[in-house]
């Protein structure tokens, strides 16, 4: 008499240990996607999703988001009406010190829906595309801490962070080691905005500084290109090569 064993793939699924999709639809989907996007296409090919969130605090352990901002980039431009913007209620008191940065207060958050609410309408928004912040990993930490607890998966997104590709034009533009210890030089969005004279918008304001950020991506995407395609990866390839970490 046989008998089928079963497959290592098939017993990690009998113990629970295997592999499983997210609660969400559109959080799988996504990630299918991110994970067969290739990456040896020029950067005007992809379409981006240009996101900032304000937050009660920068500790990804104990403080929430209160507001996400987010705006379309394809063909390096920006998609005028595609745009994602949102308060946020947080189930913390929303601290003082905050407010004061962001200006949102308790009153304006006091009828604003959960995260656990948003999160499927950001993760639609976002569904399939390249992420683009300034210091965009800290809006990451936020947003896949939120996934994995609601939905059990983090966000799959290939990200591209504004503030390492301004060092890296930088770099390509003076590749000098004084000007790894040069003090004066800053990295704040709003400071880059006006160092390479870029439309200005409203700093500390989700939406404004996505928008900022947005510029900010399409500007440095084809100054480091330069003349010639430049691709995902080889974009990927050079970061890899930046010196200067904040």
Known sequence: MSMNLPTPKSLLALMGLGQKGSSLPALDENNRLCRQLDQTRPLEDYVYTVLDTELTGLSARKEE????????????????GESFSVLVRPSIPLPKTSTLIHRITPEAIA???????????????CK?????????????SFLNRACKK???????????????MA???????????????????????????????????????????????AYLFIYLAKKIAGNRPLTLRELFRAGQSWRWYM
Not at 71 to 78: D, E, F, K, N, P
């Open 65 to 80: 988001i209160v507001s996400i901002g987010a705006v379309r980039v394809r063909g390096l431009a920006i998609v005028p």
């Open 111 to 125: 009828k604003a829906p959960p995260l656990v609410e948003v999160l499927p309408g950001l993760i639609e928004f």
């Open 128 to 140: 399939g595309t390249l992420i683009v912040g300034h210091h965009v990993g800290l809006d990451m």
């Open 150 to 164: 609601n939905h059990g998966r983090p966000l799959a997104n290939p990200c591209l962070d504004t503030m390492r």
């Open 167 to 213: 060092m890296l034009w930088r770099e390509k533009r003076t590749p000098s080691h004084y000007e790894q210890y040069n003090l004066s030089i800053s990295y704040v969005l709003t400071d880059l905005a006006r160092e390479f004279e870029l439309p200005r918008f409203t700093a500390h304001d989700a939406l404004g500084d996505a928008l900022q950020t």
